[in-house]
């Protein structure tokens, strides 16, 4: 059976190829394992590939193939086989000959079974082993020696599947970006405690899907849930070794398939089936469905990582590799290898399974996981790179919503607002300004004041709008809402890294005391806190974004870093929730939706409305006066009020309707004492209610009234909100 190329190796002993499988030389597209009713067509990119077998398996615990094919069809580079009479269901592999010379870039090895880049299920997870790797693990030589095991016993095998699924009457949402309240959340975290979930169900995409889950989400008033990632990943060896596991999933490894973790129907494709009876069901009830999706890297690491997939395939048609040794990777990801976004198999790659995700899953939506290195080319991020030409002039996928987390690890990767338009792209900027201002740093205002009005120094100046700011205070890495004044210093140890791994600098403020406390001033003032952060957040021109559990005073203990916490300390702790902020923050929620005033769709102007003489929006001082240059200069201002015009929106409605609220002034006071604010002349409002006030847990549309230039004590570390009724 072996072969006599020079560098390449033999072909694994032990199985043999059935005489009687009869194969066609099958299509080179679509790419992948694509049922048609009567057979499967087989499809891999290889460009430097010498050889390729296609494996079939007749079960997940087969440790040796069944029969073995070589696909001897190559059309631009793409090798093709259709093997007629097999079903959804069919285990697969590809088996790749060339040459094994890590040092010019090639990690060809047929020992190797390799998961399909295109899969759509992947039927388990990767069971540990020194045969997972290309090299001999051990040998001094490091990976410059190839190993001759086997890896196909430890290695989960692709699934052919049944595209077919009754969408009924399913139809996108599409709500737009200035209407869209973001929830960011775990598929498993979010159910697995849930005492009204199934048990069977709990921690799966049925679970995200069931009633119980949806009439949540309805009631706390989000529009789009965000999924962090379930595209198929790897959990790394050293991890395992430890006990623990990639629980959050950014580690990818099959870009078309449904985490099977997250299945409690089945492995052999039933994943897809519920994954898409999930959307259905979110759809019905109006939610859109965002993913957080990881192109820019995968699960196999540097030249020390496995062989499970493109490494094996054609390793340099997939990954930036060093220039002047090809042996090693570019990473610009801090995982250990990066994908070559530039490279047109790799375009098509990350197009293809976008548009798969769209088309035949039904997802409305995408958060890029480290987006900038999806832009770099060669060395420098380039805002016009390929990447987004590409997305620009695609018709399906530019119509999706495309969230960018917008900086990468590597040298020049921090690209805040530097994003083309139709892009929005998540704020670090307003979540570092806001903790800041709220834990009582100095020089906040000036800063303050462009955050909280959508970041026109970020986005204005390419024509973007104010919805290309998502704005958050937290999100899955870092601290919760609880733990961020709750806690001064991280509390990572049970990771495994003694405490050195998450960010140090967290911008968080504990109140007084260091973790849990009985004192009830502190837990006063930390629930006051909380308050004040979200009911910023949700008074903000953006796109607000929630993450699950913040809005019930989820913990993990001061641990800013549970990435590979799969249990309580990740899950949420449904028993012990904050019932008291779950309903503020319905109400607040509630406030941003009713009333466009918050969710503009275009900037401030700063300049008078016609018919009225009052600007769109206006800042005031404590004493009732207008602020001035001055007075944003000043370090040690820590209050302000702020005049929204209900009748500057500029903007119409879907049917050419004008568009009026109304009029809000809302009073900020993050200093530590309680101040006397004036309220402005008659001009802006003949009489103001106030709705919402942050030291009492109220939000009122029918609350205390007062009167123009009346003056009303604000407490300290406290949002107030008052409301001019629009009068026509």
């Not at 043999?16 to 049922?35: C, D, H, Q, R």
């Not at 309805?218 to 965000?226: M, P, Q």
Request: aromatic letters at 12%; one cysteine or more; glycine letters at 8%.
């Amino acid at each position: 059976m072996g072969k006599n190329f020079s560098n390449i190796a033999a072909e694994p002993a032990g199985v043999e190829t059935k005489k009687n499988v009869i194969a066609y030389p099958g299509n080179p597209y679509p790419l992948g394992a694509t049922w048609d009713g009567e057979g499967v067509n087989f499809a891999v990119y290889a460009e430097n590939a010498q050889g390729v077998e296609l494996c079939l398996f007749d079960s997940t615990e087969a440790e040796k193939e069944s029969v073995r094919v070589k696909m001897m069809e190559r059309t631009h580079h793409v090798w093709h086989v259709y093997m007629p009479g097999l079903k959804p269901g069919q285990l697969y592999g590809f088996r790749m000959h060339g040459p094994y010379d890590p040092a010019n870039g090639y990690r060809f090895n047929p020992n190797k079974l390799l998961i399909d880049p295109y899969a759509k299920a992947i039927s388990g997870t990767i069971e540990w082993n020194e045969s997972l790797f290309g090299y001999d693990v051990g040998n001094p030589d490091e990976d410059l020696n190839m190993s001759e095991s086997d890896s196909a016993p430890y290695i989960p095998k692709s699934v052919v599947i049944d595209p077919n699924f009754d969408w009924g009457k399913d139809k996108a949402p599409r709500i737009p970006y200035h209407r869209t309240v973001i929830y960011e959340t775990h598929v498993k975290g979010f159910t697995k405690q849930h005492p009204d979930i199934p048990e069977n169900i709990r921690g799966s995409y049925a679970a995200i899907g069931h009633p119980v889950t949806i009439k949540y989400l309805k009631e706390l008033g989000i529009t789009a849930i965000e999924l962090l990632p379930v595209h198929h990943f790897i959990t790394d060896w050293h991890l395992k070794e430890k006990g623990l596991t990639n629980y959050w999933g950014y580690n990818s490894i099959g870009f078309f398939a449904p985490d099977v973790r997250y299945s409690s129907s089945g492995t052999l494709g039933e994943q897809v089936t519920e994954f898409k009876n999930m959307v259905k069901e979110l759809h019905k009830a109006g939610i859109e469905v965002i993913l957080d999706v990881v192109y820019n890297h995968t699960g196999e690491g540097n030249h020390m990582g496995p062989t499970l997939s493109f490494k094996g395939i054609d390793n340099g048609s997939y990954y930036r590799l060093v220039e002047e040794d090809k042996r090693f990777y570019m990473d610009y990801t801090g995982t250990g290898n990066t994908l070559n976004a530039q490279l047109p198999s790799v375009l098509r790659l990350i197009m293809d399974s976008l548009r798969y995700w769209i088309l035949d899953m039904h997802v409305d939506g995408f958060r890029f996981d480290l987006a900038s290195t999806l832009a770099r080319e060669l060395h420098a991020v380039d805002r016009l790179g390929s990447f987004f030409d590409i997305i620009h002039q695609d018709p399906i996928i530019s119509q999706a919503k495309l969230i960018a987390e917008p900086w990468d690890v590597g040298e020049g990767g921090y690209q805040v607002g530097n994003f083309p338009p139709g892009w929005a792209e998540w704020n670090g900027m307003y979540r570092d300004c806001m903790r800041d201002y709220w834990r009582g740093e100095n020089s906040m205002l000036a800063e303050f004041a462009m955050r909280f009005t959508g970041s026109s120094d970020l986005y204005e100046g390419d024509n973007r709008r104010p919805t290309a700011s998502v704005n958050f205070i937290t999100a899955h890495d870092g601290f919760t809402l609880n733990d961020l004044v709750t806690y001064n210093e991280k509390y990572n140890d049970a990771n495994g890294e003694d405490n050195n791994d998450g960010e140090s600098h967290n911008r968080s403020w504990n109140c007084g005391v260091e973790g849990p406390t009985d004192d009830p001033e502190i837990i006063d003032l930390r629930n006051r806190q909380k308050r004040n952060l979200l009911a910023t957040m949700f008074l903000s021109q953006g796109v607000p974004m929630l993450v699950a559990g913040d809005e019930i005073s989820r913990t993990q203990g001061g641990n800013n870093n549970a990435y590979c916490q799969d249990n309580e300390i990740s899950w949420l702790d449904w028993e012990n929730a904050d019932k008291d902020l779950l309903a503020f923050t319905q109400k607040l929620i509630a406030l941003n939706r009713n009333h466009p005033v918050f969710c503009r769709r275009r900037w401030f102007q700063g300049q008078p409305i016609k018919g009225t003489g009052v600007e769109d929006i206006a800042w005031f001082l404590p004493e009732g006066t207008e602020m001035n240059e001055e007075n944003w200069s000043h370090d040690f201002a820590k209050s302000l009020g702020v005049f929204l015009n209900g009748r500057g929106l500029r903007s119409v409605g879907s049917k050419g309707e004008q568009i009026l609220d109304d009029s809000f002034y809302v009073i900020f006071n993050a200093h530590y004492e309680s101040l006397e604010f004036k309220l402005p002349t008659e001009k802006y409002g003949k009489e103001w209610i106030k709705i919402l006030d942050t030291s009492e847990n109220k939000v009122d549309e029918e609350g205390e009234t007062f009167k123009p230039e009346d003056t009303l004590t604000v407490k300290s570390r406290s949002v107030v909100l008052l409301k001019f009724p629009f009068q026509r």
